[in-house]
Nanobody, 124 residues
Framework: QVQLVESGGGLVQAGGSLRLSCAASGRTFSNYAKGWFRQAPGKEREFVAA????????RYADSVKGRFTISRDNAKNTLYLQMNSLKPEDTAVYYCNTDPSYEQLVTMRRITSWGQGTRVTVSS
């Protein structure tokens, strides 16, 4: 079973940047699609970004398009999310997850467990 540990969150001013990391251990599923999701206070968890297993295809939520960049290093079993031009509405706990299917990952339909996430707080 794969274990995913998110890190890199913190407090940043609006307009700032953060880089999140997601380290995989155990059965790493390097040939699976991987993605980032977030849950803001009082809101449901939502899709943020996804990348296919070889890193050739990415998809972003409209709210982060042009500001966030997802990438992966399969040799290091690590997923990244570079977040630039952060806004207060980006404040949330960010989670990573994986699925064999890139399309299914985006819908979150088959995700049954989540890690602890990493908290991002953007001050205005």
């Amino acid at each position: 079973q794969v274990q995913l540990v998110e890190s890199g969150g913190g407090l940043v001013q609006a307009g700032g940047s953060l880089r999140l990391s997601c380290a995989a251990s155990g059965r790493t599923f390097s040939n699976y699609a991987k993605g980032w999701f977030r849950q803001a206070p009082g809101k449901e968890r939502e899709f943020v970004a996804a990348i296919n297993w070889i890193g050739s295809t990415t998809r972003y939520a409209d709210s982060v398009k042009g500001r966030f960049t997802i990438s992966r290093d399969n040799a290091k079993n690590t997923l990244y999310l570079q977040m630039n031009s952060l806004k207060p509405e980006d404040t949330a706990v960010y989670y990573c997850n994986t699925d064999p299917s890139y399309e299914q990952l985006v819908t979150m339909r088959r995700i049954t467990s989540w890690g602890q996430g990493t908290r991002v707080t953007v001050s205005s």
